[in-house]
């Protein structure tokens, strides 16, 4: 996976930590294509605006918690993945699971989230 994937990667990755509504929205068009799918086995979301609020609902229910990474992002061939945990400081593994990503033009077209089963 090259230097410029793995960045944004990461990126996506912050995003969904980031509090600031305005410059999560910054963040939002420089990392997913404007037609961006985003599939998870509770919902399924298009676009830039619903993604945005997809975030601001799951940081709204779960003000304490925040992702972190769990192991190295990987990639080839325009597909990436990453393994996470989503939870508060002392707990930080209170959910876990995968995004995999499809990329297009140096941005995520598509991200598929699974999560582990508990």
């Known amino acids: 996976m090259e230097f410029r ?3 944004l990667i990461k990126k996506h990755f912050a995003i969904w930590s980031e509090r ?3 410059k999560r929205a910054t963040l939002i068009t420089e990392v997913y294509t404007d037609d961006v799918e985003i599939t998870d086995p509770h919902f399924v979301v ?3 605006g ?3 609020q997809l975030i601001t609902n799951l940081q709204a229910k ?3 918690r925040a992702f972190r990474l769990r ?3 990987e990639g080839h061939h325009n ?3 990453l393994f996470w945990q989503f939870g508060t400081a002392d707990m930080p593994a209170q959910e876990t699971g995968q995004d995999v990503f499809v990329l297009e033009n140096g941005k995520i077209r598509q991200l598929l ?3 582990d089963a508990r």
């Open 50 to 52: 619903d993604l945005q």
């Open 113 to 115: 989230i699974f999560i």
């Open 20 to 22: 600031d509504a305005a």
């Open 46 to 48: 298009h676009g830039h």
């Open 62 to 64: 779960f003000p304490e």
């Open 71 to 73: 192991r190295p992002i």
């Open 5 to 7: 994937e793995q960045q």
């Open 79 to 81: 597909v990436a993945r």
